[in-house]
Structure formats: C-alpha cells, structure tokens
C-alpha cells in the first residue's frame, strides 16, 4: 500500500542552523501539507501545497519557514535560522483532493 | 472558524469494555469530520471519516464514528476494547468540499485499556 515517507527520521541541530525536513508524498496525490506537534500538544497545521504554490498557510507559517517541491516526487519543509521552540515532530501529508490526509511517520527536530 | 473539543484528555477503560472518546466541533456549516490514531512514536493513521454521506460511518479496528449536526458531535465508539487499541485519538475538523485544506484538530485523548 502506497504511503508518504519522511527523511530524516529525527534531526538534531543547533539554534540558528537551517534545517531542511524532506517528504515523499503518495505519488497520484496533488494536495501536500505539513503540520507539527509539541511534545504533549495537538497536531498544528502549517502549510498546504497545490499545484507549485501555497495554497494555505497559519500564522505559525512565518518568513521563518518555506516549502519547495523540487522534483517530481519530494516535497520539502525549509526552516531558514532555528529556534529552540521549533523543537517539534513534523508530519508531511498528502491527499488526492478533498477528504482525508495521508500522514508521514514524522521527522523529531531538535533545536539545542 | 472551524474547532475541535475532545472531552477528555485521557480515557481508561477494561478490556473488553466500551470505548466511547468524544468529540464536538464548531463550524458554521456541516464539515468534514475525522478520527485519527497515534500509536507511540508513529504517524497519524486515519480511522474514519465523515464526508456527509451516512451519518453512522464505519472505520477500522472496528471503531465507528456518528455524525450528530443537532449536537454538533462525532463520538469514536468501539463495542468492545482489546489491548492494541491503548493509543492517542484525535478528532479532527475541515471544510467541506475544498480540496487542500487545513485539518483542524483536537487536543487528543489517550486510551490505556488495562487487562
């Protein structure tokens, strides 16, 4: 069965650094999105993709962060200089259109 | 704006016991409803969902979920809880009918079932 797959599993770097957390989405699926969770809190969404562009963003998606398909099949989350507070799992999703979200297993960033 | 309240942080029940995780949400027109579950250290793997077709959906595990619009509730029942279902829940929320948009979601119930 066909699922989203995230690279790398668990990132540690040092507040300032830029990180880049990579997804491979459910290939027929056109809909890309990232969200997050802090440790004992909710999932929060980020960003969703369509089509080459932003589609929707929240507020927590600052100039701080960007997302970039650069190829075919990758689809990425860029945080430019870290902080410590964006120590979070990161969940890549897919979808084919409306309806449910295919999740990644997630990418633990740790910001130290 | 859309929410999502899970009555409930953590939730214990028997194996083989009921398992009832609630969920109310706020929308301003009938939404898309979801439930998901995390095992620990995994992703979110989707459990069912409401897309306003049947109000009672079935999912997997043998989880079922009803849409309530009077109550404005989507309640995650299970008849019977077995040991491999001690997992977070979350309730989640979208609009209806526009593709790539945000999941809305709940703060999450933890299950433990005890034997």
């Known amino acids: 069965e066909p699922e989203v797959t995230q690279t790398p599993s668990h990132q540690v770097t040092q507040m300032g650094q830029e990180v880049i957390l990579r997804c491979v989405p459910i290939s027929n699926h056109l809909y890309f999105y990232w969200y997050r969770q802090i440790l004992g809190q909710k999932v929060e969404f980020l960003v969703s993709f369509y089509n080459n562009e932003i589609s929707e963003k929240s507020e927590i998606f600052d100039d701080q962060f960007s997302v970039e398909r650069p190829d075919g099949s990758n689809f990425t989350l860029k945080i430019r200089s870290t902080k410590l507070e964006d120590s979070a799992m990161y969940f890549c999703?897919?979808?084919?259109?409306?309806?449910?979200?295919?999740f990644g297993p997630g990418t633990r960033l740790t910001v130290t | 704006a859309q929410s999502v309240t899970q009555l409930g942080s953590h939730v214990s029940v028997s194996e083989g016991a009921l398992v009832l995780l609630r969920c109310n949400y706020s929308s301003s027109v009938p939404p898309y409803l979801f439930w998901y579950v995390q095992y620990p250290n995994q992703g979110l793997q989707l459990l069912l969902k409401?897309?306003?077709?049947?109000?009672l959906v079935k999912g997997i595990n043998g989880f079922e979920a009803e849409f309530k619009k009077s109550e404005t509730s989507f309640h995650l029942t299970k008849p019977s809880a077995h040991m491999s279902d001690a997992a977070e829940y979350f309730c989640a929320v979208s609009a209806p009918d526009q593709a790539g948009t945000a999941l809305i979601f709940g703060k999450g119930t933890t299950l433990s079932v005890s034997s």
């Open positions: 409401y897309t306003s077709a049947a109000t």
């Open positions: 999703a897919s979808s084919v259109s409306q309806g449910e979200q295919y």
